[in-house]
């Protein structure tokens, strides 16, 4: 079954007004709209089976209106009731709009009456956005009074650009060419409107009679505006850096004169406006010189690009932001008339408007703005659980990076599979195939599904999405066709569209990379593209966001580094303040931290401060923060601060952030600085599978897994210990609770901040039992290694015991398999505890779980939403697939198994939640296994040993 899915948050085309809107515009206030419930007594559209039972709650909507009185039928809806009244209305008064569709000739007369229609009295009363700039130009002094620009009314008058388009297509995106067509238009009238050329503005004959002027102009007069407007001034330099400015607008007659002196222009009609950027609702412009009048012919016909560069320079900067092509040094202002007020409206743009402006519009800009956290935020490397994700959805970030980019939106398809429940698979099925049946590019790929890692219970369906993106003119310019599967649509949606904003991210904030490595990325996230196409339609994002950090350049902060991707070594230990509260954040939990950023001097003694956040909650484990954050952070415990001082990250983003850029522009200038953050962990909220651990099982089932361990190695006597995955070392924490003849247990783990967090806790609990009296029964060593259990490492050969709990079931089920022969092979310990899920067991653990604390009605409930106990699980196993693997390993090295599991009893259905296999080395066979010495695979992170810290006793 296939199903496309077009987004609609924000559709390109405008929708058809409403009846509801043809109404209004019509009647305005005195549409009276009254909604009451009726019962329904017609069951399905059936009105001969008049069923006496209480059918759904509907509505019905009468409209009054000044003429006529209108009654809606009968809808589920209050809001189809309103529309539907509306259109009865509209028909009862035939007030249908018509299309517009005239002939060029009526087009031209169209727009001629029009301008007469602005320039009559009646309009200057109006609260139309332009009747302002009427009024205004009554107050400009000299020749110029009562003036008008052409680039006013074209701009501000939606009727003329309409009828423009009907004259010539191009005037669609060309604004110079509907002011000339007003031009012309104007200059075949004389009886009203006089066209001034070469001011490029318009002007009314025959003066306004006295009696309309002056009650607008005393409106003008006792402007309620402050005399400034902050702006900022883009220059057409990419060598030049974007700088605030205060403009005087307040006694001066008109606005964009003042604009226009600014722009070096002398007045308002040689000022050109852009679009409205950002929000439709906003009045934020690019203002900029007009062209020469010369040049504007040529537009029409074609590339205006090429005519114009010549003579003019283009404004990257100001073009990017606007999607239009600017010249010269431009203004970008929040100032202008609306429909609301005759008072001019403005805001203040600073420098940090601008800046965010610019981060913005690339993916990772986008997440941060959406969090109010730029110095702190992420883009997340993973899509995991809707519940888990913060900030604006990986889909919505897409279609509006999409849209500043002026490309369609992306085409989201979604593949519904149906998975095969009935059978145990004993070499289970992992992934799903995706097959493409047909290169033809419209034929969509085919999924050839066989069914999940063990059986669902009950028959399931999976999705799986696809995206795509195509350029203004249709040509694809990247597809997206992950192979996972997803249990719900959304996510499976989100995943797909989180995968193309990485890679956009890459691409466009990192201009210099190599086309080797954006291919090498794009491959490992499902992505083909057409660099040709990406490059042509992000040419000046990419270059605009080199220039962007002009700044930087300029104050020779060059350590901005463009390849970005340096694995940097991360610390070891970060100083942290306050009492351990034992409560660590895990990968996977949720960490709720309140954080306040400055840029400090080296000596620390100027201190600038940035941006703050009372609560700021992520995903850990998942880069959804600054990297040294999330280092910092799993090594607090709740309740515990943290100072962390990094390297400066671009400049956009401090200036986006910055509240005070002046202040923010003179320390960044006048010495070397670095970020100095504060961070407080307020609170971590566990993964599901922990949540369910801990709430339904008494003791936790990962108390009940240690408890286990420590059983078997005080039954086998065990001096040393390896714990394969050892995760933040909650195994081995736990072992030095208890007195056990452990003399050197170990850790390998790869995950280096799990690490990081095991040789933290290791280390205090460890020096703490070494103050007390009996040292006897205390382990003599602690190592911690940093590999993947998949590979060989000579210094663990032969330990008495080796562990792997929860591990296997995380790596991909090919590296399990690996994991088990290269331990019983090579590592060869005497025993080997291995545990993992029982799949079976997840029917309990869904018809129990706690409530989830998400609120959102769509989301039932989180376990029933996930197949799998936790996003990370590769696999589940049943029992009968768990003794498969366990037998069949065991018997290929000589090993003995016998099985067991915490949660749950054996001999009760469903077994145990976590099933557990214990590998027995057969002894006799010890000289077969003589040790191999190969190279050091691991990389020692952590090492404890008591002899370097007692005093020696001789
Ligand atoms: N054993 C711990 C942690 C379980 S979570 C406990 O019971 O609490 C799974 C752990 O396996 C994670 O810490 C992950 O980093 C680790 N892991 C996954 N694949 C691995 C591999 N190939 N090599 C080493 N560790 C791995
Ligand atoms: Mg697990």
């Given at each position: 079954?296939?199903?496309?899915?077009?987004?609609?948050?924000?559709?390109?085309?405008?929708?058809?007004?409403?009846?509801?809107?043809?109404?209004?515009?019509?009647?305005?206030?005195?549409?009276?709209?009254?909604?009451?419930?009726?019962?329904?007594?017609?069951?399905?559209?059936?009105?001969?089976?008049?069923?006496?039972?209480?059918?759904?709650?509907?509505?019905?909507?009468?409209?009054?209106?000044?003429?006529?009185?209108?009654?809606?039928?009968?809808?589920?809806?209050?809001?189809?009731?309103?529309?539907?009244?509306?259109?009865?209305?509209?028909?009862?008064?035939?007030?249908?709009?018509?299309?517009?569709?005239?002939?060029?000739?009526?087009?031209?007369?169209?727009?001629?009456?029009?301008?007469?229609?602005?320039?009559?009295?009646?309009?200057?009363?109006?609260?139309?956005?332009?009747?302002?700039?009427?009024?205004?130009?009554?107050?400009?002094?000299?020749?110029?009074?009562?003036?008008?620009?052409?680039?006013?009314?074209?701009?501000?008058?939606?009727?003329?650009?309409?009828?423009?388009?009907?004259?010539?297509?191009?005037?669609?995106?060309?604004?110079?060419?509907?002011?000339?067509?007003?031009?012309?238009?104007?200059?075949?009238?004389?009886?009203?409107?006089?066209?001034?050329?070469?001011?490029?503005?318009?002007?009314?004959?025959?003066?306004?009679?006295?009696?309309?002027?002056?009650?607008?102009?005393?409106?003008?007069?006792?402007?309620?505006?402050?005399?400034?407007?902050?702006?900022?001034?883009?220059?057409?330099?990419?060598?030049?850096?974007?700088?605030?400015?205060?403009?005087?607008?307040?006694?001066?007659?008109?606005?964009?004169?003042?604009?226009?002196?600014?722009?070096?222009?002398?007045?308002?009609?040689?000022?050109?406006?852009?679009?409205?950027?950002?929000?439709?609702?906003?009045?934020?412009?690019?203002?900029?010189?007009?062209?020469?009048?010369?040049?504007?012919?040529?537009?029409?016909?074609?590339?205006?690009?090429?005519?114009?560069?010549?003579?003019?320079?283009?404004?990257?900067?100001?073009?990017?932001?606007?999607?239009?092509?600017?010249?010269?040094?431009?203004?970008?202002?929040?100032?202008?008339?609306?429909?609301?007020?005759?008072?001019?409206?403005?805001?203040?743009?600073?420098?940090?408007?601008?800046?965010?402006?610019?981060?913005?519009?690339?993916?990772?800009?986008?997440?941060?703005?959406?969090?109010?956290?730029?110095?702190?935020?992420?883009?997340?490397?993973?899509?995991?659980?809707?519940?888990?994700?913060?900030?604006?959805?990986?889909?919505?970030?897409?279609?509006?990076?999409?849209?500043?980019?002026?490309?369609?939106?992306?085409?989201?398809?979604?593949?519904?599979?149906?998975?095969?429940?009935?059978?145990?698979?004993?070499?289970?099925?992992?992934?799903?195939?995706?097959?493409?049946?047909?290169?033809?590019?419209?034929?969509?790929?085919?999924?050839?599904?066989?069914?999940?890692?063990?059986?669902?219970?009950?028959?399931?369906?999976?999705?799986?999405?696809?995206?795509?993106?195509?350029?203004?003119?249709?040509?694809?310019?990247?597809?997206?066709?992950?192979?996972?599967?997803?249990?719900?649509?959304?996510?499976?949606?989100?995943?797909?569209?989180?995968?193309?904003?990485?890679?956009?991210?890459?691409?466009?904030?990192?201009?210099?990379?190599?086309?080797?490595?954006?291919?090498?990325?794009?491959?490992?996230?499902?992505?083909?593209?057409?660099?040709?196409?990406?490059?042509?339609?992000?040419?000046?994002?990419?270059?605009?966001?080199?220039?962007?950090?002009?700044?930087?350049?300029?104050?020779?902060?060059?350590?901005?580094?463009?390849?970005?991707?340096?694995?940097?070594?991360?610390?070891?230990?970060?100083?942290?303040?306050?009492?351990?509260?034992?409560?660590?954040?895990?990968?996977?939990?949720?960490?709720?931290?309140?954080?306040?950023?400055?840029?400090?001097?080296?000596?620390?003694?100027?201190?600038?401060?940035?941006?703050?956040?009372?609560?700021?909650?992520?995903?850990?484990?998942?880069?959804?923060?600054?990297?040294?954050?999330?280092?910092?952070?799993?090594?607090?415990?709740?309740?515990?601060?943290?100072?962390?001082?990094?390297?400066?990250?671009?400049?956009?983003?401090?200036?986006?952030?910055?509240?005070?850029?002046?202040?923010?522009?003179?320390?960044?200038?006048?010495?070397?600085?670095?970020?100095?953050?504060?961070?407080?962990?307020?609170?971590?909220?566990?993964?599901?599978?922990?949540?369910?651990?801990?709430?339904?099982?008494?003791?936790?089932?990962?108390?009940?897994?240690?408890?286990?361990?420590?059983?078997?190695?005080?039954?086998?006597?065990?001096?040393?210990?390896?714990?394969?995955?050892?995760?933040?070392?909650?195994?081995?924490?736990?072992?030095?609770?208890?007195?056990?003849?452990?003399?050197?247990?170990?850790?390998?783990?790869?995950?280096?901040?799990?690490?990081?967090?095991?040789?933290?806790?290791?280390?205090?609990?460890?020096?703490?039992?070494?103050?007390?009296?009996?040292?006897?029964?205390?382990?003599?060593?602690?190592?911690?290694?940093?590999?993947?259990?998949?590979?060989?490492?000579?210094?663990?050969?032969?330990?008495?015991?080796?562990?792997?709990?929860?591990?296997?079931?995380?790596?991909?089920?090919?590296?399990?398999?690996?994991?088990?022969?290269?331990?019983?092979?090579?590592?060869?310990?005497?025993?080997?505890?291995?545990?993992?899920?029982?799949?079976?067991?997840?029917?309990?653990?869904?018809?129990?779980?706690?409530?989830?604390?998400?609120?959102?009605?769509?989301?039932?409930?989180?376990?029933?939403?996930?197949?799998?106990?936790?996003?990370?699980?590769?696999?589940?196993?049943?029992?009968?697939?768990?003794n498969h693997w366990a037998s069949d390993l065991a018997a290929r090295h000589n090993y003995s198994v016998a099985f067991s599991g915490v949660g749950g009893?054996?001999?009760?259905?469903?077994?145990?939640?976590?099933?557990?296999?214990?590998?027995?080395?057969?002894?006799?066979?010890?000289?077969?296994?003589?040790?191999?010495?190969?190279?050091?695979?691991?990389?020692?992170?952590?090492?404890?040993?008591?002899?370097?810290?007692?005093?020696?006793?001789?």
């Amino acid at each position: 079954m296939m199903e496309a899915v077009k987004s609609t948050s924000n559709a390109a085309k405008k929708p058809l007004m409403t009846p509801k809107a043809i109404i209004h515009q019509r009647f305005g206030d005195k549409a009276i709209y009254k909604v009451e419930e009726v019962q329904d007594l017609t069951q399905n559209g059936c009105p001969g089976l008049a069923v006496l039972q209480k059918g759904p709650c509907l509505y019905r909507c009468t409209l009054l209106l000044p003429e006529i009185v209108v009654v809606s039928d009968s809808f589920k809806r209050k809001k189809d009731a309103e529309q539907s009244a509306a259109e009865k209305a509209i028909e009862k008064l035939g007030i249908r709009q018509k299309e517009y569709k005239p002939t060029i000739l009526e087009a031209w007369d169209d727009l001629t009456s029009r301008l007469v229609f602005l320039f009559a009295n009646e309009f200057l009363s109006s609260l139309h956005p332009l009747s302002g700039h009427f009024r205004a130009a009554l107050r400009r002094e000299g020749h110029f009074n009562g003036c008008v620009p052409v680039s006013v009314i074209a701009l501000y008058d939606a009727k003329i650009g309409n009828i423009c388009i009907h004259i010539n297509p191009a005037a669609e995106s060309n604004p110079l060419l509907v002011m000339s067509l007003v031009l012309k238009a104007a200059a075949k009238q004389n009886d009203m409107v006089l066209p001034f050329e070469e001011q490029l503005s318009l002007k009314r004959r025959n003066p306004y009679p006295p009696e309309i002027i002056q009650p607008s102009t005393d409106h003008g007069s006792s402007l309620c505006y402050g005399s400034t407007i902050e702006v900022i001034r883009i220059p057409a330099s990419p060598y030049k850096d974007v700088e605030a400015l205060k403009l005087n607008i307040a006694e001066t007659g008109y606005y964009l004169d003042v604009i226009g002196h600014e722009l070096g222009v002398n007045e308002a009609s040689n000022v050109l406006i852009s679009r409205t950027i950002g929000k439709a609702s906003s009045e934020l412009r690019i203002y900029s010189p007009a062209p020469k009048r010369q040049l504007w012919e040529h537009l029409s016909e074609h590339d205006v690009k090429q005519h114009i560069h010549l003579e003019e320079s283009l404004n990257e900067r100001a073009s990017y932001f606007s999607g239009q092509f600017v010249y010269g040094d431009a203004i970008l202002a929040s100032v202008g008339y609306t429909w609301k007020s005759t008072d001019l409206f403005h805001e203040a743009v600073a420098l940090r408007t601008y800046y965010r402006i610019l981060v913005n519009r690339i993916p990772n800009g986008a997440y941060k703005i959406s969090r109010e956290a730029i110095l702190a935020a992420n883009l997340p490397l993973a899509f995991t659980t809707r519940n888990n994700w913060r900030g604006s959805l990986p889909r919505d970030i897409l279609c509006t990076i999409c849209r500043f980019h002026h490309i369609s939106e992306p085409v989201f398809s979604v593949q519904l599979i149906s998975s095969d429940s009935s059978q145990d698979l004993p070499e289970s099925h992992k992934k799903l195939e995706v097959m493409e049946a047909d290169r033809d590019e419209k034929s969509e790929a085919v999924l050839a599904a066989s069914c999940g890692s063990g059986n669902l219970v009950g028959s399931t369906e999976a999705s799986s999405c696809e995206v795509k993106i195509y350029s203004k003119k249709q040509e694809l310019i990247l597809r997206c066709s992950p192979q996972e599967a997803y249990r719900k649509q959304n996510d499976a949606i989100q995943s797909a569209a989180l995968k193309v904003l990485s890679w956009l991210d890459i691409f466009l904030e990192k201009p210099d990379t190599s086309v080797e490595k954006l291919n090498a990325v794009a491959k490992k996230l499902d992505i083909h593209l057409s660099l040709h196409y990406l490059s042509k339609e992000f040419a000046s994002c990419q270059s605009i966001h080199k220039c962007g950090i002009t700044i930087a350049q300029s104050l020779k902060l060059l350590n901005y580094n463009c390849s970005g991707n340096v694995v940097k070594d991360e610390p070891a230990f970060v100083a942290v303040a306050g009492q351990s509260s034992g409560i660590t954040p895990s990968n996977g939990s949720l960490a709720s931290v309140c954080y306040s950023v400055s840029l400090v001097t080296d000596g620390g003694r100027m201190k600038e401060h940035l941006e703050s956040c009372e609560e700021f909650e992520f995903e850990v484990g998942n880069e959804a923060v600054l990297p040294d954050l999330e280092v910092a952070v799993a090594q607090m415990t709740v309740g515990q601060s943290s100072n962390v001082q990094t390297e400066l990250v671009p400049c956009e983003l401090i200036l986006a952030a910055a509240g005070d850029s002046a202040a923010t522009l003179s320390l960044l200038s006048s010495r070397s600085c670095k970020l100095e953050y504060n961070i407080t962990l307020m609170r971590v909220t566990e993964p599901l599978e922990e949540r369910m651990e801990q709430a339904l099982f008494s003791p936790p089932l990962s108390k009940q897994r240690v408890e286990f361990a420590v059983r078997h190695i005080k039954e086998f006597s065990a001096s040393s210990l390896v714990d394969f995955g050892c995760g933040s070392g909650s195994l081995l924490d736990s072992l030095l609770l208890y007195p056990t003849s452990l003399e050197k247990i170990v850790g390998v783990d790869i995950s280096r901040r799990s690490l990081a967090r095991a040789a933290k806790s290791l280390h205090t609990k460890l020096n703490s039992l070494l103050g007390a009296k009996d040292t006897s029964s205390v382990i003599k060593s602690a190592v911690l290694y940093d590999g993947s259990i998949t590979k060989y490492d000579s210094r663990l050969h032969g330990f008495d015991i080796a562990t792997c709990l929860e591990v296997i079931e995380h790596m991909e089920e090919k590296d399990a398999c690996l994991f088990g022969d290269v331990v019983l092979s090579s590592f060869c310990p005497k025993f080997l505890i291995v545990s993992t899920p029982n799949y079976e067991y997840n029917v309990i653990l869904q018809g129990s779980t706690p409530q989830s604390q998400e609120e959102d009605p769509n989301e039932k409930n989180q376990a029933q939403s996930c197949k799998f106990r936790n996003h990370d699980h590769k696999f589940e196993w049943t029992r009968s697939q768990f003794n498969h693997w366990a037998s069949d390993l065991a018997a290929r090295h000589n090993y003995s198994v016998a099985f067991s599991g915490v949660g749950g009893s054996a001999d009760t259905e469903p077994g145990f939640a976590s099933q557990i296999a214990i590998f027995r080395r057969s002894d006799d066979d010890y000289d077969r296994v003589a040790k191999m010495e190969f190279g050091h695979q691991y990389v020692v992170l952590w090492e404890w040993n008591i002899e370097d810290l007692l005093p020696k006793k001789e």
